[in-house]
């Protein structure tokens, strides 16, 4: 039984990790949220986590990972970067590594207090070119890991095949819905809540929204 098992959830204090977060509470006995701090263009991400995780009671480690920032050139770590796609080339804020990096460091953080559940909020359907947002990696990693700490890790992806919409109600599902909506920071430009609007981030996270609006709403229609 899960309800019996420990878990570490990836957390920066967004809309999927938050939606992620609430959704270990409900599966998992005990739970614990790890942060890294990369770098980022606004540190208000790390004070949102830190935030939500106080509220939540939840033990809460944010980690050094600030190499991470020295070694990439992304729109993420630096402001003189545009947000942007070009044709046939990653987003702007493709950080490279991150995603390996970071699940690889919440595993040692598992494996030292004796969880072996690892939950990240990355998603396919939504990956935008991301490649360490796939299955394939995510799946790839598991078993990597798992061979090079001979532990048995599970990395549990909630969103992976769903989108914002579907995030939405799945917020909803595990009771976090506003709290989601108006607590967490997705905005690229460091606005929390519903964010500027403008960003990539916003605008994907504000089409979800709205659909998902419209599809609870003719729900409850009799």
Not at 29 to 49: L, N, P, S
Not at 50 to 78: F, P, V
Request: aromatic share 10%; proline share 2%; glycine share 8%.
């Amino acid at each position: 039984m899960l309800k019996n098992e420990k878990a570490v959830v990836v957390f920066s204090g967004g809309q999927d990790s938050t939606t992620c977060l609430f959704w270990a509470m409900k599966q998992f006995g005990e739970v614990e949220a790890v942060t890294f701090d990369y770098g980022q263009r606004h540190a208000r991400e790390i004070e949102c986590a830190k935030d939500i995780a106080r509220e939540l009671g939840i033990k809460h480690t944010i980690l050094d990972m600030s190499l991470l920032g020295q070694l990439t050139q992304n729109a993420l770590t630096r402001s003189d970067i545009a947000i942007e796609q070009k044709d046939g080339e990653l987003p702007s804020t493709f950080v490279d590594g991150r995603n390996h990096l970071f699940l690889s460091f919440a595993a040692v953080l598992a494996k030292g207090i004796g969880a072996k559940h690892i939950v990240t909020g990355v998603c396919e359907t939504d990956f935008s070119g991301y490649p360490d947002c796939r299955d394939v990696f995510v799946k790839s990693l598991n078993v990597t890991l798992n061979l090079a700490m001979d532990y048995e890790f599970v990395i549990h992806t909630p969103l992976m095949w769903i989108d914002k919409a579907e995030t939405w109600k799945l917020a909803d599902e595990v009771g976090a819905f506003d709290f989601v909506r108006e607590r967490t920071l997705t905005c690229y430009n460091g606005v929390i809540g519903d964010g500027c609007g403008e960003c990539p981030a916003c605008k994907l996270r504000k089409a979800g929204l709205n659909k998902y609006l419209l599809e609870r709403q003719g729900a409850d229609k009799p």
